[in-house]
Nanobody, 128 residues
């Protein structure tokens, strides 16, 4: 049984940094495309970051313009964990953040409906 569990959310101030962790079980995250999505209050779920294995231990990452340069997705394959490092957070980053897993996606990494497995989400609130 595949399970993805997010942790690390909380209340932070604008400009702060925060790292979210996704712990996977029942699948080998190193072999899967791993993504982060978020759902702001009253809005649809949106793409935040994705990491896809393109060969060996080489991974390709993708970000939307809204977080590019501020957020980074990374992995610890030995722990079967994926991280979302968030820096310079803004109030508009307030959302429930979800971890997701899929097979090879290529240019479809940003589409939530392409992912097979989802975590339950963790709340991030950015407020002064």
């Amino acid at each position: 049984q595949v399970q993805l569990v997010e942790s690390g959310g909380g209340l932070v101030r604008p400009g702060d940094s925060l790292t979210l962790t996704c712990t996977a079980s029942g699948l080998t995250s190193s072999k899967h495309t791993m993504g982060w999505f978020r759902q702001p209050p009253g809005k649809d779920r949106e793409f935040v970051a994705a990491s896809e294995r393109i060969g060996g231990n080489v991974y390709s990452t993708t970000y939307p313009d809204s977080v590019k340069g501020r957020f980074a997705i990374s992995r610890n394959n030995a722990k079967n964990e994926v991280y979302l490092e968030m820096t310079g957070v803004k109030p508009e980053d307030t959302a429930i953040y979800y971890c997701a897993a899929a097979g090879r996606l290529g240019s479809d990494r940003q589409y939530a409906n392409m992912y097979d497995y989802w975590g339950q989400g963790t709340q991030v609130t950015v407020s002064s």
